[in-house]
């Protein structure tokens, strides 16, 4: 089973700064997905970002974007210009290229100050 | 419907008791996922049908647990016998496409509290 780790709990930006959570992951898979998600406190997932492995693009979206490192296997999403409604849990989440499940990390709480 | 729909939002039930919850996904979704996140953590696959077959129910902890989705649109989910530990939200998420691709779309959950 495929590995995915958040390793910071929590993480707090003042509002209009940037913010960096990081995400690592394990697999021996050459062709797999990666996405981040937020998660609200009415708890509704909502896809952020989505990145294809075999891309060496890394994937933007808006405010939102990744830094995809293939080799060291992380992933990691940059908030610009934070806005209080960024104010939510976030997931990275990985998928194999021929399957269908999603494996999520921990998560990490965004608090935004204003 | 415009987006994933899940009852009841909020269940406590008393250890011992049966409970159904259920997924109405986006009309004409071919894929339907049902995970369960316990508090603090992120969520962790449960089971998977395309139309009305489960495709794989790998991810269910215990027979305790048995879904369905019989004419290929509404999901049930049943927890037999509950116990504490079940005490979890319950996402639904669906997907216009067959097998990896496409993407999921989530309900707001059924927060499950086992007493």
């Known amino acids: 089973a495929q590995t995915v780790t958040q390793s910071q709990p929590e993480m707090s930006v003042q509002e209009a700064e940037t913010v960096t959570l990081s995400c690592t992951y394990d697999?021996?898979?050459?062709?797999?997905?990666l996405f981040w998600y937020k998660q609200p406190p009415s708890r509704q997932m909502i896809l952020v970002i989505r990145q294809e492995a075999y891309k060496q693009q890394n994937a933007t979206e808006n405010r939102f974007s990744v830094n995809f490192q293939k080799a060291a296997k992380s992933f990691s999403l940059k908030i610009s210009d934070s806005q209080l409604g960024d104010a939510a849990m976030y997931f990275c989440a990985y998928r194999g290229g021929g399957d269908y499940k999603l494996s999520f990390g921990a998560g990490t709480t965004v608090t935004v100050r204003a | 419907g415009a987006g994933v729909s899940q009852s009841p939002r909020y269940k406590v039930a008393k250890r011992g008791q049966d409970v159904a919850l259920r997924c109405d996904p986006i009309?004409?979704?071919?894929?339907l996922f049902w995970y369960q996140q316990a508090l603090g953590q992120g969520p962790e696959f449960l089971t998977y049908?395309?139309?009305?077959?489960?495709?794989?129910k790998s991810g269910l902890p215990s027979d305790r647990f048995f879904a369905e989705r019989p004419e290929g649109s509404v999901s049930t989910l049943k927890i037999q016998r509950t116990q504490q530990e079940d005490s979890a939200v319950y996402l639904c998420?669906?997907?216009?496409?067959?097998?990896?691709?496409?993407?999921?779309?989530f309900g707001e959950g059924s927060r499950l509290t086992v007493l």
């Open positions: 009309s004409g979704h071919v894929s």
């Open positions: 697999t021996s898979e050459s062709d797999y997905y």
């Open positions: 998420a669906s997907s216009w496409r067959q097998g990896p691709t496409g993407e999921l779309f």
């Open positions: 049908f395309q139309n009305e077959a489960q495709l794989d």
